[in-house]
């Protein structure tokens, strides 16, 4: 036994339990969650606040389109730019910046005074939200243990539904009261919330166990952890997977890696498609695509609320039921549900119904279907894999890119929208988003495997063993075939 792994056995012994520990872990996790409500919220206000902004600084539709998208740039170099900070000054430090960011963010751009300074304020806001979506996740899933893993993590998801409603909710109520610069500083307020309470939550133990040592991982999983044994055994595992760390797999140069190329590909692909399915496409433009199918102001944004309210409540369903259901199986059974509804809402948009009409009603149903079956399937894992598919000496920037990726296929579906109708037709948009929504369950099936269940230990023995592929069968999960060459070797030295 190593000396440090024999101070940590000491420290073990010696540690006082928290007898708050679950809830200690469950106010982690959604103050941490907090975050995704600022970024559902940043993004999502834009929606009811578009129509207000272009009739005060009369936008092109351009314009429109810059305006919607600065913040998805600036998100791209915040989920890029944040693995440094989360790796060299750990994950809760890390959600502190993001959140100071936030406030700055918000503020500056309640106080543009033109369309060139909105977008700059922007650009700096969407630091944070790029932040955000790559720590917060990271920080969530490191702090879990494996059996509440996907519970925990999809939190954020939950959160950014909670976002997207509240700032439709604004958009519909209060956007002839307050107008649209109390809209957007409003987010100021949970952001600095979050900020203090940081000081008093736990840091990441897998972060800590790497930078600070066992017996400080230790102290840190004792407030979360409601045993010894558990403790214990995590402890094992983190040590045994840090011990052998190669120089080589730390950071970027990790990912170049062979035996991480197939966790780089399922993750990456499933980032690319959360976005690129059209989904926040649908948040940011549904009042504009509604005005422009016919229907007034008033109606378009009360059925934008309807879209956050149903994007709330399946991002909380599958918040209850991923690790129960799974998260390859659960974009499998509901991706082709995405397909199928955008190829009859852009029918009924082809055939432009009458206001008020029974397609018109008909176009919404249809509109509300897409939001079900994507929010309930595919954006409940796309944030969650990302953060569980990588070993930790690469994790940070690891996260980083699959951030980046989803913000920038984000960037490319906002950017295009409605450039996009133009060319095609909304028929036409809502036709191509199917297609992508259909490419989406093809690249599920056959490259994303099951990791319900699975600690992240076991997803980076899979990976190092190359058995880190879809499998069929009973039990599916990466855990169960870890679990079986483990009973394989045991029988081995037994029968020896």
Not at 33 to 59: M, P, R, V, W
Not at 328 to 348: A, N
Not at 482 to 493: A, C, K, L, R, T
Request: proline share 4%; hydrophobic share 50%.
């Amino acid at each position: 036994m190593t000396p440090e792994r024999k101070h940590a056995q000491e420290a073990i012994a010696n540690v006082e339990l928290s007898p708050n520990a679950n809830r200690v872990l469950w106010a982690a996790a959604i103050v941490a969650a907090i975050c995704g409500a600022l970024y559902g919220y940043d993004t999502g206000i834009i929606s009811g606040a578009l129509l207000l902004i272009a009739k005060d600084f009369h936008l092109t539709s351009g314009q429109e389109e810059m305006v919607a998208s600065a913040i998805l740039v600036g998100a791209v170099m915040g989920a890029l730019g944040i693995s440094y900070l989360s790796e060299r000054f750990g994950r809760r430090i890390s959600v502190m910046v993001v959140t100071a960011v936030f406030v700055v963010g918000a503020v500056a751009c309640s106080r543009s005074p033109d369309v060139t300074s909105l977008i700059i304020a922007r650009v700096f806001l969407g630091l944070a939200v790029g932040g955000a979506t790559q720590v917060v996740p990271t920080y969530i899933s490191e702090l879990a243990p494996a059996s509440k893993r996907g519970n925990l993590v999809t939190l954020f998801n939950v959160a950014i539904g909670v976002g997207i409603f509240l700032a439709n909710l604004v958009g519909f109520t209060m956007r002839e009261a307050w107008g649209w610069r109390p809209m957007i500083s409003v987010a100021a307020l949970p952001a600095a919330f979050v900020f203090v309470c940081m000081f008093f939550l736990p840091k990441s133990p897998r972060w800590t166990a790497e930078n600070e040592g066992l017996a400080s991982a230790v102290k840190q999983l004792s407030r979360v952890r409601t045993s010894r044994k558990v403790i214990r055994r995590e402890i094992r595992e983190i040590h045994e997977n840090a011990s052998g760390i190669d120089e080589d797999e730390r950071g970027w140069k990790g990912l170049m890696l062979p035996f991480a190329r197939p966790a780089l590909v399922a993750a990456l692909g499933i980032a690319f498609f959360t976005q690129a399915g059209g989904l926040e496409m649908m948040i940011y433009y549904a009042p504009t695509f509604l005005s422009d199918a016919g229907f007034g102001n008033s109606a378009a944004l009360l059925a934008s609320l309807g879209i956050s309210i149903v994007y709330l409540v399946m991002t909380l369903l599958g918040c209850l039921f991923v690790d129960r259901i799974g998260r390859r199986r659960l974009v499998l059974i509901m991706g082709p549900g995405s397909v199928l509804s955008l190829i009859g809402l852009g029918i009924m948009f082809a055939i432009h119904p009458d206001k008020g009409s029974v397609g018109s009603w008909v176009t919404i149903a249809f509109m509300l279907l897409f939001m079900m079956f994507n929010a309930g399937g595919i954006q409940v894992v796309g944030w969650l894999l990302g953060a569980e598919l990588f070993p930790l000496p690469m994790r940070a920037a690891a996260t980083s890119v699959h951030a980046a990726v989803l913000w920038g296929a984000d960037l490319l579906v906002t950017a295009t929208a409605l450039t996009l109708v133009q060319l095609v037709t909304l028929g036409g948009t809502m036709w191509v988003y199917a297609g992508v929504n259909l490419a989406s369950v093809i690249f599920v099936y056959f490259f994303v495997p099951e990791t319900s269940g699975a600690t992240l230990e076991d997803i980076e023995i899979a990976l190092r063993r190359g058995e880190f592929t879809p499998r069929r069968g009973e039990d599916p999960s990466i855990a169960s075939y870890v679990d079986e060459d483990e009973e394989e070797g045991s029988q081995v030295v037994a029968h020896g």
